[in-house]
């Protein structure tokens, strides 16, 4: 079992930054591929970037790719998501999310979730 409490969300103007962390705790959390998601209202969850259990490789959704990046730091069991230039439709509930296995497969789904943290853009 692992899990996942994410902080770091909040209020913040269009064009500005946020960083957006993941303490993980329970089985070892550097053997996990990781990810974020995010849920805007009304719509469905959807992918936001991942990464693999090294952090040697990551991967965007094409809507943020170039303003965010992920990060983690397996000595500190914390997953990170920075976001640059912040638009108004990135807000949402951000999650963050883990494999249970060491590299990311788009065609699969994590098997641990935080509680999610709320990003909200003000225009």
């Known amino acids: 079992q692992v899990q996942l409490v994410e902080s770091g969300g909040g209020l913040v103007q269009a064009g500005g930054s946020l960083r957006l962390s993941c303490a993980g705790s329970?089985?070892?959390?550097?053997?996990?591929?990781m990810a974020w998601f995010r849920q805007a209202s009304g719509k469905e969850r959807e992918f936001v970037a991942a990464i693999t259990w090294t952090g040697g490789t990551t991967y965007y959704a094409d809507s943020v790719q170039g303003r965010f990046a992920i990060s983690r730091d397996n000595a500190k069991n914390t997953l990170y998501l920075q976001m640059n230039s912040l638009k108004p439709e990135d807000a949402a509930v951000y999650y963050c999310a883990a494999y249970p296995y060491p590299y990311y497969n788009p065609t699969s789904s994590p098997d641990y979730w935080g509680q999610g943290t709320q990003v909200t853009i003000s225009s």
């Open positions: 329970g089985r070892t959390f550097s053997n996990y591929a």
